[in-house]
Every structure is written in C-alpha cells, then in structure tokens.
C-alpha cells in the first residue's frame, strides 16, 4: 500500500510561480513512476508530468512543456511540480499518483488527495 501526501498550491497571477509537493510512503514503495495530473472544472483528468524511478524518463504535456519542470527528490519518495509562466488555463485541482509504468493514462494505483491552483489577477 503506497500514500501520497500533497503540499502547495494556491492562488497566484498569471506569470507567476507554484511548486507543488508529493510525499510518498508505505512499505512496498519502490521502482515506480510518478506523475502529476489536473482536472479543471468540466473536464477530464489530464495528464500534466510524469518521471521514471530513476528519473532518466521524464514526460510533459505539450501545454506545460518549457514551463513546468517535475524532478524527484532525494531517496525518490518526494515528487516535485514546479511551475512557472503560470497562466489561467492552467488553473485546475493538481493530483500526483504512482504506478508501475510511467503513462500519461489516468489508470495509475495511487493518487493523492488533490491540491487546488489557481490562476487569476
């Protein structure tokens, strides 16, 4: 079993910066891929970032791409999300989730809880 606790967030003006936090634990924590999800009001879950256990893979969405930046941390249980030219549409409930493979499909094992980000002037 694998928990995912997420941190940051908030609301911010277009261009201007987030970094979003996902901690993982559990015993059978190892060799897994992460990855950041956001679903808009209306919309499906897309998928935003994703990075392999051993962080040589790392995928973007093609609308955050040059703009976001996703890296592990230390001990691979920490995944980050730092955002930057933050802009409206990008507002959205941000998700991090593991699984085995890295995909861009929405079938990933575990999520987190889910961390609001807001773009507005």
């Known amino acids: 079993q694998v928990q995912l606790e997420q941190s940051g967030g908030g609301l911010v003006q277009p261009g201007g910066s987030l970094r979003l936090s996902c901690a993982a634990s559990?015993?059978?924590?190892?060799?897994?891929?992460m990855a950041w999800f956001r679903q808009a009001p209306g919309k499906e879950r897309e998928f935003v970032a994703g990075?392999?256990?051993?962080?040589?893979?790392?995928d973007y969405a093609d609308s955050v791409r040059g703009r976001f930046t996703i890296s592990r941390g230390h001990g691979k249980k920490t995944v980050y999300l730092q955002m930057n030219s933050l802009k409206p549409e990008d507002t959205a409930v941000y998700y991090c989730?593991?699984?085995?493979?890295?995909?861009?499909?929405?079938?990933?094992?575990?999520w987190g809880q889910g961390t609001q980000v807001t773009v507005s002037s």
């Open positions: 990075i392999s256990w051993s962080g040589a893979i790392i």
């Open positions: 559990g015993r059978s924590f190892s060799n897994v891929a």
């Open positions: 989730a593991v699984d085995q493979t890295l995909s861009r499909r929405a079938g990933y094992d575990y």
